[in-house]
Every structure is written in structure tokens, then in C-alpha cells.
């Protein structure tokens, strides 16, 4: 009765959008049935009869049960091997030469271990389904995520969990390469959480057999199935998983503390349009008062984009600064520079905007802090008395050796001009010897660039 027993997601909340997105895309594309009916195929003699010893011989039969079981012809490939010397971290390869069938190679010394071999013949195979096809261009930004989530839903999940895979893509004369190497795009727990999604669009009232399954997956499907059938917070229609996902942004919805799967989804639907609505005003001011953090992240992204500014949206979202929560402090404070707010503007009832950035200047968060010192630096020299506390994240960041420093060095110079300059003319604002590593790291800086300009300059 207290909700502690309340069933919660077992992944982020934009990666659980993300998932149940390309899933109903997946639906849509290869239909209801096949996906909700396929097996889930499993590293066993059931579901791979024939002998394997690990040999090349062994390839084909195994390639053409893959095969079977993703919905594709065997007979359309060329299967080959490579070895170290040829690819580098690579387990295999998708090649599209012009004119010709497609090509999939395999790292030979990877042929004793079965499962990763079905693994990474999987995601060749689900290359080929997806730019074979014509679905895909392959230079989508989630392109490696979707061919990691097609064998999932083909009922391959078990060996994707397993055997994590990452790849990149390769641009040559004869054609495109797609290297794929171990530690994957999506996680055994996305992995698994698809498959808690599938099983709940089959209606099932528990997660199957988890055998063979690693057990971050295990945990994600089980998680996964149990909050579906608990809160229905599920992007896809039960009753026809390929049905379009636009119909989301015409239902009722309450962004306040309605599903946040379908707040979250329509606020990033909404930030594609080119200018924002009197009524998704409404509900992005709405949303600032959910509970989860990403809706509430996507809400000041929304607004960021109204033009022109209200003063009850810009109080709104001022009052992101103060949040508990760092990302809402951030893009909060990305938003106050989106709004081109005068210096010393005053927010409602609150302090100046700029005591409030230089307050966020010493945030533990240092993307937070960035972001403030980026709207101080947008001022210029207007911001100078901010310059003392940008140096001093300066240094914390030197100290850490962040990759925040060089943006943090880019701001202060916009308020100063001369860092070099400021820093001999104000030699008491850093403790002794933190001046000097900064003044190293301007010279660094200055040979970096000189290095970087002066074959160019040759050039031309």
C-alpha cells in the first residue's frame, strides 16, 4: 500500500524508449507473426543438431541453421574466413561489393568458441536483412543499435546477450565494411529487456525459461515483463505491435505523471518540429513536474525552443537550476542560454540569473558547470566578475585531467580576452604552482594548433 513493492523499469528510461521504438519499426517491417512466433533459439542440440567440432568444415551447417532461423537465404552469401593479420579486433565482417551477392567473413580463431560464432554470423546475417533489404542506409545514427536488436527479435537473443559485439563501418572503392569486435552497442540488460517486451506482447503472464540466458538479461526480461504487466507502460499496442506509434501524439495524455515511456516519446516527437506549439507549451510545463528525470530533462529541451519566450516559461525553467538532480541543473542552464537572457536579469522571486550560474559553477557535476560557464562566457566582458570562479573550475578540471578544461579555457577567454594576460595580472586567485600547470597547458595548446594550422597554410 506504500508502494514499496511497486514494480520499476530495469533500464533507463531513454533507452527503453528507444528499444520499444525500433521494436514496433522491426514489427512494422517484419510482420506481427513472425517476430511473436519465432523460437527463442537456444545453444543446444535441439535447436543445432548437427556435429560441431570447431573446424571449417563445420561452418555451413552451422551458417545455414542461422540462416533458417533469421529468415534468410544461406545460398545468397559467400561465407569466409580472415585472421588477425587481415582485421584487428574485428570477429567478423559484412562486405556489399558492387554488383555481386554480399559477403561474410569470420575470424577463424573464433571457430571453437560455437556460441560466439552464432552470435556474430547473426548480426552479419541481420546486416544483410536490413541493407540488403533497402531498410536502412547504414549511416542512420543508431545503425549499430538496430542491427544488434533484429537478432534479438528474430528469436537469436540468448547468443546477443552472451556474446556482446560492437562494430564500425569501413568506406572502400569495391564497397562497404561493417567490423564488428566484442563489448556490443546494445547491453545483455537491453537485450533482455527486448525480449520482456516481446514476451509481454505474447501475453504471457511470466518470463520464460531463463537457461543459458547471462544474468544481467535474466534480471532485464524478468524486471521488464513484470513492469509491463504491472503499469501497461509499453510504447507498442498489445494488440497489433506494428501498429504506428503517431497515434501517441493525438491521445490524451497526462504529461504531469501520466506513462512516462509515452511522455517521454511524444515530448521528442514534439522537439522535431520546427516550431513549438501554444499546446505542447502547456504540457512541457506540465512534465517539468514528473517524476522521472528524462521526461523532465525533455520538457526544458522543449521549451529551450520557444520563441517567443514567455516570462512563466522562462521562471519555469530557471527554476531548473535549483533542481537536486544534475541533468535538469544542465540542460536547464543550456536553456537559460538558448533564451539569450540579459546579464542581469532577474528571475521571478529568485536570485539574479547570474548568482545562480556562478552558484552552478561549483556544481560536482561538471557538465552542469559547463554549461553555466558557456552562458557566462555568451555575455563577454559584461560576465568579468564571473572570470575569477570559471578559473577555479579551470584548475579543478586541470587537476582531474578533464576533457572540460580546453571548453572551460574557450570561456574564460571570451570574458578576458587574454588568459595569459589575466592570469599575471591577477596572480593571487590560484593557489601556488596551479597557475603554472595552466600556463603549461596554454602552451600545449598554442603548439597543438600551430602544428595543427601549419601544413595547411603550406597547402594552400
Not at 580472415?82 to 570477429?91: S, V
Not at 545503425?143 to 562494430?167: S, Y
Not at 600545449?444 to 594548433?449: D, E, L, M, S
Request: hydrophobic content about 40%; some cysteine; charged content about 25%.
Amino acid at each position: 500500500m506504500f508502494g514499496w513493492f511497486r514494480p520499476s523499469c530495469p533500464v533507463d528510461l531513454q533507452d527503453k524508449v528507444w528499444v520499444e521504438q525500433r521494436l514496433q519499426w522491426l514489427f512494422e517491417r517484419f510482420d506481427d507473426r513472425r517476430i511473436l512466433e519465432a523460437p527463442r533459439v537456444l545453444p543446444t542440440r535441439e535447436f543445432f543438431p548437427e556435429p560441431y567440432a570447431g573446424t571449417a568444415d563445420d561452418l555451413p551447417a552451422l551458417f545455414a541453421r542461422v540462416c533458417q532461423y533469421m529468415g534468410a537465404d544461406a545460398s545468397r552469401f559467400q561465407l569466409k574466413l580472415f585472421t588477425r593479420e587481415d582485421r584487428k579486433d574485428a570477429l567478423g565482417l559484412y562486405h556489399q561489393p558492387r554488383g555481386e551477392l554480399p559477403h561474410i567473413w569470420l575470424l577463424r580463431s573464433l571457430l571453437p568458441d560455437q556460441e560466439a560464432v552464432v552470435a556474430t554470423l547473426a548480426h552479419e546475417v541481420a546486416h544483410d536483412l536490413l541493407l540488403g533489404a533497402g531498410l536502412v542506409s547504414g549511416d542512420e545514427p543508431d545503425h549499430e543499435h538496430l542491427t544488434d536488436l533484429l537478432p534479438v527479435v528474430l528469436g537469436m537473443g540468448t547468443f546477443h546477450a552472451n556474446t556482446a559485439i560492437k562494430e564500425s563501418k569501413e568506406s572502400m572503392e569495391t564497397g562497404t565494411f561493417w567490423q564488428i569486435r566484442r563489448s556490443g552497442y546494445i547491453t545483455a540488460a537491453l537485450s533482455g529487456y527486448a525480449m520482456g517486451v516481446i514476451e509481454y506482447l505474447r501475453h504471457r503472464k511470466s518470463a520464460p525459461s531463463v537457461a543459458y540466458l547471462k544474468i544481467d538479461a535474466v534480471h532485464a526480461m524478468r524486471a521488464g515483463h513484470k513492469y509491463l504487466m504491472k503499469t501497461n507502460d509499453c510504447l507498442l499496442d498489445p494488440k497489433r505491435p506494428s501498429a504506428t506509434l503517431a497515434r501517441l501524439t493525438s491521445e490524451p495524455l497526462d504529461f504531469g505523471g501520466g506513462a512516462p515511456s509515452r511522455c517521454l516519446y511524444v515530448l521528442n516527437t514534439w522537439w522535431d518540429d520546427e516550431a513549438v506549439k501554444p499546446p505542447q507549451v502547456e504540457a512541457a510545463l506540465a512534465a517539468l513536474r514528473h517524476k522521472e528525470i528524462a521526461v523532465q530533462t525533455a520538457a526544458i529541451d522543449l521549451l529551450a525552443k520557444v520563441q517567443p519566450v514567455p516570462e512563466r516559461v522562462v521562471d519555469a525553467v530557471l527554476l531548473g537550476l535549483l533542481s537536486p538532480h544534475h541533468s535538469v541543473r544542465e540542460r536547464a542552464a543550456v536553456a537559460a542560454g538558448a533564451f539569450k537572457l540579459p546579464y542581469d536579469f532577474l528571475a521571478k522571486d529568485r536570485e539574479p540569473l547570474s548568482e545562480l550560474l556562478l552558484s552552478l559553477l561549483e556544481d560536482r557535476d561538471t557538465k552542469a558547470a559547463l554549461a553555466a560557464a558557456v552562458v557566462l562566457a555568451s555575455h563577454g566582458p559584461e560576465a568579468i566578475g564571473a572570470a575569477p570562479a570559471i578559473l577555479q573550475r579551470l584548475a579543478t578540471e586541470l587537476v582531474r585531467h578533464s576533457e572540460f578544461f580546453d571548453p572551460l579555457i574557450d570561456c574564460l577567454q571570451r570574458i578576458v580576452g587574454n588568459v595569459k594576460q589575466y592570469l599575471e595580472e591577477n596572480p593571487d586567485l590560484l593557489p601556488e604552482g596551479q597557475d603554472e600547470l595552466i600556463h603549461d597547458q596554454l602552451r600545449a595548446r598554442r603548439r597543438g594548433r600551430s602544428h595543427t594550422n601549419g601544413p595547411r597554410e603550406a597547402m594552400m
